[in-house]
């Protein structure tokens, strides 16, 4: 009869299967890949994400609506561009997160032994391929009316985006990891709704250089001017600034109060 010393290790292989958690790599990618699954296959998710950024592209630089400069297209691009990435990282997000919470579909991710990060990295990185294909479709079509970007403008643009996708993914992750899922849907309507507006103030003309100061201070102020100053080929550094600071309290609010039930 053989015995069994405590606390003797076997060697590896010994049993199998040997069940245990995978590593962080591959977690983050698995989530990852369902995350950007479902947020492409969620048909309201869409609409938001993709059909109203272009149908306000395509309507407010074909149709005459105020008074722009010509080419319309470059002045209208960067406010468009802005709100797709504040649909995506953060009314989207937010609303899915809410009501995955309600239904339970956290709940049952986190009893997988699934680190809280890992859950908030792979969520965000969802939002990030998104909003790269939100960009490289609004991007077509604003070529294709005129719009002419040179390598500088380009460079400029993709770090606006990465800083201001970071910003509104995290705002989307506070409010949809706290909140009840009633409450995310109408308070992040409402904030769309707020947030395009303060696009708009940002970067249109006849607002004040009080009142746009103050916009800018604001994630959708500061995106948008961001967005349009690369547009010029120009670094919005105070921009970024509040767009990495915004992210930067948002993550760590969102690490605390990120609850999966």
């Known amino acids: 009869m053989s015995t069994h010393t405590p606390g003797m290790m076997f060697t590896a292989g010994t049993f199998a299967p040997a069940p245990r958690r995978n590593t962080a790599p591959a977690m983050l990618a698995a989530l990852t890949r369902l995350e950007t699954t479902l947020l492409l296959r969620n048909g309201e998710q869409q609409l938001l994400t993709m059909m109203l950024p272009v149908t306000f592209l395509i ?3 074909v149709l005459p609506i105020g008074t722009l400069q010509d080419p319309r297209v ?11 990435i504040m649909s995506t ?4 997000q937010a609303i899915a ?22 859950m908030i990295a792979g969520k965000s ?14 991007g077509s079509i604003a070529a294709v009316l005129g719009w002419r970007p040179n390598p500088l403008e380009l460079l400029l643009t993709a770090a606006v985006i990465i800083v201001g996708t970071a910003a509104f993914a995290a705002l989307g992750l506070l409010l949809g990891g706290s909140l009840r899922a009633e409450i995310v849907l109408a308070l992040a309507n409402i904030l769309w709704f707020v947030q395009l507006g303060l696009c708009s103030m940002s970067t249109l003309p006849g607002t004040s250089s009080t009142v746009q100061n103050l916009v800018e201070l604001t994630p959708a102020g500061a995106l948008a001017d961001a967005l349009h100053q690369a547009n010029d080929g120009r670094l919005a550094l105070s921009g970024l600034i509040v767009l990495a600071v915004w992210a930067s309290a948002a993550t760590a609010l969102a690490r605390r109060t990120f609850s999966f039930s």
Do not use: E, S
Request: proline share 4%; glycine share 12%; net charge positive.
């Open 74 to 84: 470059d002045t209208v691009f960067p406010v468009v561009l802005a709100v797709a």
């Open 97 to 118: 997160i809410g009501f995955d919470r309600r239904y339970g579909a956290l709940k049952r991710l986190g009893a997988n032994a699934i680190p809280k990060w890992t």
């Open 59 to 61: 309507g407010l630089t």
């Open 125 to 138: 990185a969802a939002v990030v391929i998104v909003v790269g294909l939100q960009t490289l479709l609004l």
């Open 89 to 92: 990282g953060f009314t989207g």
